[in-house]
């Protein structure tokens, strides 16, 4: 058996139509355990001597149209090992329900609002629950931003008790993954770190970076000097030998469109309209290739 001691949150966001999870834990590897989510379906954390089957089994029942709570009642009906288990539900219209053992590990309980459940076990006390929620409900901005208020805030309040090791966070969205064809909008995690809260906020950062959609309104075009500082860069890093010119024509953009897909910042580059560069991407390459 496995038993993540554990503080999470499960949410829905109704008009983004979009599903996570965020967790916490002083367990290897957490993040491959707790979390489970579909796409217009919902999200489960299974936490607490994790009976990993809730994961699965669960999505599978809300998918055929049962709600949070009946989703929740029949998991556990069908489990002996319920008083030692901790549970959040989320389904697809964002009802949320949880459940805390009687047997779970002091401090353990959960609160359950508007589109989302939070819920921990082996806590620092009950002030974790209760500053996640706060930290939820007061952040503004896409979901991923407002679960990871959740977290930070609950590691802030003293989190697992025992100590830090791993945490993850996954959103769903439909066809929101990389390339479009899947719903994994957002699948980071920190499988063992001293300090895995704080790491997997800083890879939430990286993933806006390279997997965000650029904005309209983050589109510089590239003028004159723009042309000749991204010119720069490629023959700073080997990609040319030409000298910066200011001139932006067919061979510097294909010079450039090899520096963004070695980058990684392809979704951010659009090659039908290489008159213009994503604000975003612009400072990821000055902060990473500064002038010295």
Not at 83 to 91: F, I
Not at 165 to 194: C, E, F, H, I, P
Not at 243 to 266: H, K
């Given at each position: 058996?496995?038993?993540?001691?554990?503080f999470?949150?499960v949410?829905?966001?109704?008009?983004?139509?979009?599903?996570?999870?965020?967790?916490a834990s002083?367990?290897?590897?957490?993040?491959?355990?707790?979390p489970w989510?579909?796409a217009?379906v919902?999200?489960?954390?299974?936490?607490s001597?994790?009976?990993?089957?809730?994961?699965p089994d669960?999505?599978a029942m809300m998918?055929s149209?049962?709600s949070?709570a009946?989703?929740?009642?029949?998991?556990?009906?069908a489990d002996?090992g319920r008083?030692?288990r901790?549970?959040?539900?989320?389904d697809?219209?964002g009802s949320?329900?949880?459940?805390?053992?009687?047997?779970?590990?002091d401090?353990?309980g959960?609160r359950?609002?508007?589109?989302?459940?939070?819920q921990?076990?082996?806590l620092?006390?009950?002030?974790v629950i209760?500053?996640?929620?706060?930290?939820?409900?007061?952040?503004?901005?896409?979901?991923?931003?407002?679960?990871?208020?959740?977290?930070?805030?609950?590691?802030d309040?003293?989190g697992d008790?025992?100590g830090?090791?791993?945490a993850?966070?996954?959103?769903?969205k439909?066809?929101a993954?990389?390339?479009?064809d899947?719903?994994?909008y957002v699948d980071?995690r920190?499988d063992?770190?001293?300090?895995?809260v704080?790491?997997?906020?800083?890879?939430?950062?990286?993933?806006?970076?390279?997997?965000?959609?650029?904005?309209?309104e983050?589109r510089?075009?590239?003028?004159?000097?723009l042309?000749?500082e991204?010119q720069d860069?490629?023959?700073?890093?080997?990609?040319?030998s030409?000298?910066p010119?200011?001139?932006w024509d067919?061979?510097a953009?294909?010079?450039?469109?090899?520096?963004v897909?070695?980058?990684?910042?392809?979704e951010?580059?659009r090659?039908?309209d290489?008159?213009g560069?994503d604000?975003?991407a612009l400072?990821?390459?000055?902060k990473?290739?500064?002038?010295?």
């Amino acid at each position: 058996m496995i038993h993540p001691s554990t503080f999470s949150i499960v949410a829905c966001d109704p008009d983004q139509r979009a599903w996570g999870v965020a967790v916490a834990s002083k367990f290897l590897g957490v993040g491959c355990r707790v979390p489970w989510a579909k796409a217009e379906v919902g999200a489960i954390a299974t936490q607490s001597w994790a009976k990993i089957s809730f994961g699965p089994d669960g999505l599978a029942m809300m998918e055929s149209g049962r709600s949070a709570a009946e989703t929740l009642a029949a998991l556990l009906a069908a489990d002996p090992g319920r008083e030692r288990r901790q549970v959040g539900v989320v389904d697809r219209h964002g009802s949320a329900a949880a459940h805390t053992g009687t047997e779970c590990a002091d401090w353990a309980g959960h609160r359950v609002g508007e589109g989302f459940a939070c819920q921990g076990n082996i806590l620092a006390g009950a002030r974790v629950i209760d500053a996640m929620v706060d930290a939820y409900q007061g952040t503004r901005g896409e979901l991923a931003v407002r679960l990871m208020a959740a977290l930070t805030a609950g590691d802030d309040a003293g989190g697992d008790k025992r100590g830090k090791q791993a945490a993850a966070l996954v959103v769903v969205k439909m066809n929101a993954g990389y390339g479009g064809d899947n719903d994994r909008y957002v699948d980071v995690r920190v499988d063992d770190d001293l300090e895995p809260v704080a790491r997997l906020a800083d890879l939430l950062s990286a993933h806006f970076v390279f997997f965000g959609h650029p904005l309209p309104e983050d589109r510089l075009p590239i003028t004159g000097d723009l042309a000749r500082e991204l010119q720069d860069f490629c023959q700073r890093l080997g990609y040319t030998s030409r000298q910066p010119d200011g001139s932006w024509d067919a061979a510097a953009i294909r010079t450039f469109d090899v520096l963004v897909g070695n980058e990684n910042l392809e979704e951010r580059w659009r090659t039908d309209d290489p008159q213009g560069i994503d604000r975003v991407a612009l400072e990821y390459l000055r902060k990473r290739f500064p002038v010295r």
